[in-house]
């Protein structure tokens, strides 16, 4: 399978207008022609300015945390996928779990915001987890499956044109990462259900993300059906940032 890795920077609510001009910087200066695909994902309000950073380059591809699931209107707060195409941006991460946490996000929400995105040209990253206790109670396959499953029931037939990312809730900016093998065994289960849904399952992206980390990146990456890494806390420290992309390279 020839498919270039994808490594996402997730920043979460982090940052400011000195400190991303000065990661990105250091970024775009880290990596010239990197040999896998490369997004950060600044906050809705900074994507503007990080695309201007990232200009005259292309190393790095721009990425949003969230798109609206509404075109537009009357949804105060909201950001649509027309919006976000606007500001140059390729990707979407859809349905963290934060989002889904906090915000009350549902499957149906999500597989519209998957939607929407697609039907604008931008990539959803789909995140799917599961949290400790679903993992105590052997719940795991259950529930990654019932996420990916809304996701692939709205947009059956362009699911290939999506990006899977696995985090399970407990691994989550905790610091206890999956074992490369517990992260298999998922990514092995949404493959498998991709392939249900697809004959292009082998071309869609599956990442890790939870506590990944310059130390432990190169052997999660070395799974046979983990294509990438969506990337939190170590994405705002350009030094880990740079060797979780070697790593993938
Ligand atoms: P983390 O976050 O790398 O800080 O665990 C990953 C994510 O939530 O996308």
Same mark, same amino acid.
């Given at each position: 399978?020839? &498919?270039?890795?994808?490594?996402?920077?997730?920043? &979460?609510?982090?940052?400011?207008?000195?400190?991303?001009?000065?990661?990105? =910087?250091?970024?775009? =200066?880290?990596?010239?022609?990197?040999?896998?695909?490369?997004?950060?994902?600044?906050?809705?309000v +900074?994507?503007?300015?990080?695309? =201007?950073?990232?200009?005259? #380059?292309?190393?790095?591809?721009?990425?949003?945390q969230?798109?609206?699931?509404?075109?537009?209107? *009357?949804?105060? $707060?909201?950001?649509? /996928?027309?919006?976000? &195409?606007?500001?140059?941006?390729?990707?979407?991460?859809?349905?963290?779990?934060?989002?889904?946490q906090?915000q009350?996000?549902?499957?149906?929400?999500?597989?519209? &915001?998957?939607?929407?995105?697609?039907? *604008?040209?931008?990539?959803? @990253?789909?995140?799917?987890?599961?949290?400790?206790?679903e993992?105590e109670?052997?719940?795991?396959?259950?529930?990654?499956k019932?996420q990916?499953?809304a996701? @692939?029931?709205?947009?059956?037939?362009? @699911?290939?044109e999506?990006?899977?990312?696995?985090?399970?809730?407990?691994? @989550?900016?905790?610091?206890?990462? /999956?074992?490369p093998? #517990?992260?298999?065994?998922?990514? /092995?289960v949404?493959?498998? =259900?991709?392939? *249900?849904?697809?004959?292009?399952?082998?071309?869609?992206?599956?990442? +890790?993300?939870?506590?990944?980390?310059a130390?432990? /990146?190169?052997?999660?990456?070395?799974?046979?059906?983990?294509? $990438?890494?969506?990337?939190?806390?170590?994405?705002?420290?350009?030094?880990?940032?740079?060797?979780?992309?070697?790593a *993938?390279?």
């Amino acid at each position: 399978m020839s &498919k270039k890795k994808l490594i996402a920077g997730n920043w &979460k609510m982090n940052g400011s207008l000195a400190a991303n001009q000065t990661l990105v =910087q250091a970024l775009v =200066q880290g990596l010239r022609e990197p040999d896998c695909d490369v997004v950060v994902c600044p906050p809705a309000v +900074y994507l503007q300015q990080v695309q =201007q950073l990232l200009a005259g #380059q292309t190393a790095i591809g721009l990425g949003a945390q969230d798109v609206s699931q509404h075109d537009n209107g *009357a949804f105060t $707060g909201d950001a649509s /996928a027309a919006m976000l &195409k606007d500001f140059g941006v390729r990707y979407a991460i859809v349905g963290h779990s934060e989002r889904r946490q906090h915000q009350g996000e549902t499957d149906v929400h999500v597989a519209i &915001k998957v939607k929407r995105a697609l039907a *604008a040209g931008i990539t959803p @990253i789909v995140c799917v987890g599961e949290t400790l206790r679903e993992r105590e109670e052997g719940m795991t396959e259950f529930i990654v499956k019932r996420q990916l499953s809304a996701v @692939i029931h709205l947009n059956g037939h362009c @699911i290939s044109e999506i990006v899977v990312a696995y985090e399970p809730v407990w691994a @989550i900016g905790t610091g206890k990462t /999956a074992t490369p093998e #517990q992260a298999q065994a998922v990514h /092995a289960v949404l493959r498998a =259900q991709l392939k *249900a849904a697809t004959d292009q399952a082998d071309r869609v992206r599956i990442l +890790y993300g939870g506590s990944m980390n310059a130390t432990n /990146a190169a052997e999660l990456l070395r799974q046979p059906d983990i294509d $990438g890494g969506l990337i939190g806390g170590a994405a705002l420290k350009a030094p880990d940032f740079l060797t979780i992309v070697a790593a *993938a390279a």
